[in-house]
């Protein structure tokens, strides 16, 4: 779903998003549409926290229910009009003259959207409605915020050249790479624009455009097909070792650890701006004004930052694409990534720094709905399964195994890399709830596979890839 819109079969919601080269008058704008944004989901947010505390008062007083102040819906629409009255009393300059008409009315429509659904999965979450981890009440947003508003009516095209977009309100922007891929689509009458969002991210401004797109599911002609079952298991050494349920490992790629490459130049650019002046004077305790030195070491801070997080996206995008493409079941761990990186104190440190790198939570993310586009499925081994902690010769399960074993050595007599006796692992888990799947008619609570993709057997691999590393 998409608002109202529902998917139609054979369809899938996609995201297309592009660097863009605003003006200078054109940035101007994107920056007053999203403060308009910040202002809308604040101003609603105040009320609607006043509303709250309001009663909470009148409840401590001993005011019956039926006697106290009018709860504020917290409903679109309802959040919409109220923000409509009150914008004409208080988003008013100093001379008299509103500013909120300077902006689509799409960007404060779309950002107390956003603060309905915060305050609609807060609810949900504190009454057991709501799946995951427990949601807290939805908070300001500062001037420090990530800056972004977004467009669901007007004038959103992908202009014929290649080269431009045209937004509401923003006029006709250049993009940095070419739009082709989604223009094809949107000629062809296989995609439909739903909505246009603006951010202020990776050091420039960037639009984003959610898509229903027609796909046709199944592997792409020119792709290899690596193995049909595979499972894949994922690390910070070696980011996955992929192996069949025959012990035959057909992929191993090191995580390249981006971060940690850029941190040695990052420290030192941060060793520099210590030396300059900055906002703030430590001597007089107080905001300064920087110097010119200071906000360009700034900017190449960023700037290794921005470059540390785009081959971190593309690295996983091209790794899952291969995946997807080249396997028919993929069996894959269900890691909870938030809370691998739970607080250890500085003995865990380096390794939270090492998950966040590693991107594990993006790569499953990617791998699922890649699988659906590809013809592929995906099967999640519970949580707990020990996948690590089993031996793939006997089948027995270790009491423990500490992360500093990189080998598994088991009283059978198999010695064997610690990464890839767990991918073995998971493609057996896989391999079994497939065939379980297809025994009951097609459907599992883990996964459901596509009707084009036939019953897997035990078979040994067609083609295997070239190892990208070695074992631990």
């Known amino acids: ?93 100093e001379d008299g003259t509103p500013w909120w ?34 949601m807290g009440f939805p908070s300001f947003k500062s001037k420090r915020s990530t ?37 094809r689509r949107l000629e062809q009458g296989t995609a439909r624009i739903l909505r246009a969002t603006v951010r202020f ?42 192996a069949t349920p025959e012990g035959q490992e057909v992929l191993r790629v090191r995580a390249p650890k981006e ?5 040695r130049k990052v420290r030192a650019l941060q060793r520099k701006a210590a030396r300059q002046q900055g906002r703030w004077d430590a001597v007089a305790k107080a905001e300064q004004e920087p110097s010119n030195g200071w906000l360009r070491t700034q900017q190449s801070i960023a700037k290794q930052h921005v470059r540390v997080a785009n081959l971190r996206r593309d690295r996983l995008h091209k790794l899952t694409t291969l995946l997807a493409q080249g396997f028919d079941v993929i069996g894959t761990e269900t890691l909870a990534v938030k809370n691998m990186m739970a607080s250890g104190g500085a003995r865990k440190r380096g390794l939270n720094r090492a ?46 195994l500490s992360l500093s074993e990189r080998r598994y050595v088991c009283d059978c007599g198999l010695v064997i890399d610690r990464d890839l006796n767990a991918a073995i692992n998971l493609a057996r888990y896989a391999r079994s709830e497939q065939s379980a799947c297809f025994a009951n008619g097609g459907a599992d609570r883990k996964t459901t596979a596509p009707a084009a993709l036939v019953a897997v057997k035990p078979e040994s691999s067609n083609g295997s890839a070239s190892p990208q590393g070695e074992a631990a």
Request: proline fraction near 3%; charge should be positive; include cysteine.
């Open 355 to 400: 998950i966040a790198d590693a991107g594990l939570g993006a790569f499953l993310r990617q791998i699922d709905y890649k699988t659906s586009w590809y013809g592929s499925v995906r099967v999640r081994a519970d949580r707990w399964y020990p996948s690590s902690k089993t031996c793939s010769g006997c089948g027995s399960v270790k009491a423990k």
């Open 201 to 242: 991210e990776r050091g420039g401004w960037r639009v984003s455009f959610t898509v229903v797109v027609k796909r046709g599911v199944g592997r792409r002609a020119h792709t290899k097909r690596l193995a049909p079952v595979v499972g894949v298991d994922l690390g910070v050494k070696d980011l996955i070792v992929a």
């Open 147 to 183: 800056r972004s508003f977004a467009f669901t009516t007007g004038g959103i095209r992908v202009e014929a050249d290649r080269h431009h977009v045209s937004l509401p309100r923003i006029g006709t922007v250049r993009v940095h790479e070419s739009t082709r891929k989604l223009a």
């Open 101 to 134: 008409g300077e902006n689509s009315k799409e960007a404060y429509a779309n950002a107390v959207k956003n603060l309905s659904v915060a305050l609609k999965n807060w609810e949900d979450s504190r009454r057991g409605a709501r799946s995951g981890p427990r």
């Open 259 to 263: 971060l940690q490459r850029a941190s």
């Open 1 to 93: 779903m998409a608002g109202k819109f529902e998917v139609p079969d054979g369809w899938v919601l996609q995201a297309y998003q592009y660097a863009i080269d605003p003006t200078q008058a054109q940035a101007a704008a994107m920056e007053s549409h999203a403060g308009g944004a910040r202002f809308a989901y604040n101003t609603m947010l105040r009320a609607v926290k006043a509303n709250l505390d309001q009663r909470e008062a009148e409840r401590s007083y001993g005011i019956t229910k039926a006697d106290l102040t009018p709860t504020l819906p917290w409903s679109f629409q309802s959040l919409r009009n109220d923000f409509n009255k009150r914008k004409h009393r208080v988003a008013v300059r």
